[in-house]
T-cell receptor, first 118, second 113 residues
């Protein structure tokens, strides 16, 4: 079974703090994703990566950065946390090369980190 | 991407089959049907996907009509742990293998004891 783990289930930070959210997957997946999920707004893509050191902006990258130094690990960084970044953060991974077999959207999610910024 | 329509909520008795419908009347030939679910306060979980043939795995079966305009996700013996929001998504392969998911409102399935 694919396993995606996230460093914390719950996190409370203060405005202006630098926040690191870590995600690790154990299935040798090339693609990794960071989303945030808010009531009424659904799932929104922040950043994704299709290879080590590669990153692409998603729909809402402002205020966030990412790092992928190893294939299995994808980090989301909030440079200076703000209250509007209070949200559920979800990491996901998928296997590259399944294009043509419906694999592009077969993503495996971690349990989520509920971040509160005070 | 084709739009999907799902009922906002459904009930099912524990032990019975849960049949969740999804309409996607504007689906095009290269678009797949995916199902995910999300149990309260957890990350979404991939269930199954298909193009035109019916599919079955250890979690569920996916029945796609011949004209591909609708589909049904079947949980054969629902348990209380199957209570969740179920999302039907229609997307074409991105080619590169990396693309973001978007969920609509989904169906809130409640399994009754």
């Amino acid at each position: 079974d694919v396993k995606v783990t996230q460093s914390s289930r719950y996190l409370v930070k203060r405005t202006g703090e630098k926040v690191f959210l870590e995600c690790v997957q154990d299935m040798d997946h090339e693609n990794m994703f960071w989303y945030r999920q808010d009531p009424g707004l659904g799932l929104r893509l922040i950043y994704f990566s299709y290879d080590v050191k590669m990153k692409e902006k998603g729909d809402i990258p402002e205020g966030y950065s990412v790092s992928r130094e190893k294939k299995e690990r994808f980090s989301l960084i909030l440079e200076s946390a703000s209250t509007n970044q209070t949200s559920m953060y979800l990491c996901a991974s998928s296997l590259y090369g399944l294009a043509g077999k419906g694999g592009s959207y077969t993503q495996y999610f971690g349990p989520g980190t509920r971040l509160t910024v005070l | 991407d084709a739009k999907t329509t799902q009922p906002p909520s459904m009930d099912c008795a524990e032990g019975r089959a849960a049949n969740l419908p999804c309409n996607h009347s504007t689906i095009s030939g290269n678009e797949y049907v995916y199902w995910y679910r999300q149990i309260h306060s957890q990350g979404p979980q991939y269930i199954i996907h298909g193009l035109k043939n019916n599919e079955t795995n250890e979690m569920a079966s996916l029945i796609i009509t011949e004209d591909r305009k609708s589909s049904t996700l079947i949980l054969p013996h629902a348990t209380l742990r199957d209570t969740a929001v179920y999302y039907c998504i229609v997307r074409a392969d991105s080619g590169g293998g990396a693309d973001g998911l978007t969920f609509g409102k989904g169906t809130h399935l409640i399994i009754q004891p």
